[in-house]
């Protein structure tokens, strides 16, 4: 059961975008199921829902933070980064294999 | 509003079991299939169960698989994670975590902290 591969870090400046991808398998992201999530964690939080279904966001979440996919990668973009934005990001997807769900290892974002 | 709230968590030795419990609140827990997902120390999401609604489909990852058993109690509105023969390797915090819609795996609750050592 590989996970989903995400860069280990990004980085950005205040007001720039930085994009995240997360690359699976015709199993998982690239399957029938747009099922591509996103998660924001903080140290010592659990993690919160930034995005779902590929490209919907929760009520509450800003809109900076946006969702895309393409094959069998998806990429979550946040634009007019903030410092508040800084944290480890998680995509997971459902998988039509024997297990449920897949994560992504995670990626750290820095706020230069 | 939804609340997750993990129980059951500490130290334990090599070889030992422990269950996890997760109180639900706030909404029609019946409703809802559930998960168990970890995160070893300093370690990304490690997703390690799933429960329907009715109990009548449940999964495993293989790191777990005949080892832990996923259960739940819908007249209690809890979930529980039976925990045997662990390993130092089983060390994480345990969320029990909501799915939404069967899209995502939202709210999740504060995590359980299990060590495994001697």
């Known amino acids: 059961q590989s996970a989903l591969t995400q860069p280990a870090s990004v980085s950005g400046s205040p007001g720039q975008s930085i994009t995240i991808s997360c690359t699976g398998t015709?199993?998982?992201?690239?399957?029938?199921?747009?099922?591509v999530s996103w998660y924001q964690q903080h140290p010592g939080k659990a993690p919160k829902l930034m995005i779902y279904?590929?490209?919907k966001r929760p009520s509450g979440v800003s809109s900076r933070f946006s969702g895309s996919k393409s094959g069998n990668t998806a990429s979550l973009t946040i634009s007019g980064l903030q410092a508040e934005d800084k944290g480890d990001y998680y995509c997971?997807?459902?998988?039509?294999?024997?297990?449920?769900?897949?994560f992504g290892g995670g990626t750290k974002l820095t706020v230069l | 509003e939804v609340q997750l709230v993990e129980s059951g968590g500490g130290l334990i030795q090599p070889g030992g079991s422990l269950r996890l419990s997760c109180a639900a609140s706030?909404?029609?827990?019946?409703?809802?299939?559930m998960n168990w997902v970890r995160q070893a120390p300093g370690k990304g999401l490690e997703w390690v169960s799933y429960?329907?609604?009715?109990?009548?489909?449940?999964k495993y990852a293989d790191s777990v698989k005949g080892r832990f058993t996923i259960s739940r109690d819908n007249a209690k509105n809890s979930l529980y994670l039976q925990m045997n023969s662990l390993s130092a390797e089983d060390t994480a915090v345990y969320y029990c975590?909501?799915?939404?819609?069967?899209?995502?795996?939202?709210?999740w609750g504060q995590g359980t902290l299990v060590t495994v050592s001697s």
């Open positions: 975590a909501r799915e939404g819609a069967g899209s995502c795996i939202d709210p």
């Open positions: 706030g909404f029609i827990f019946t409703s809802y299939s």
């Open positions: 429960i329907n609604s009715g109990s009548s489909s449940i």
């Open positions: 015709s199993s998982d992201v690239g399957g029938d199921y747009n099922y």
């Open positions: 279904d590929v490209s």
């Open positions: 997971s997807s459902y998988s039509s294999s024997s297990i449920r769900w897949v």
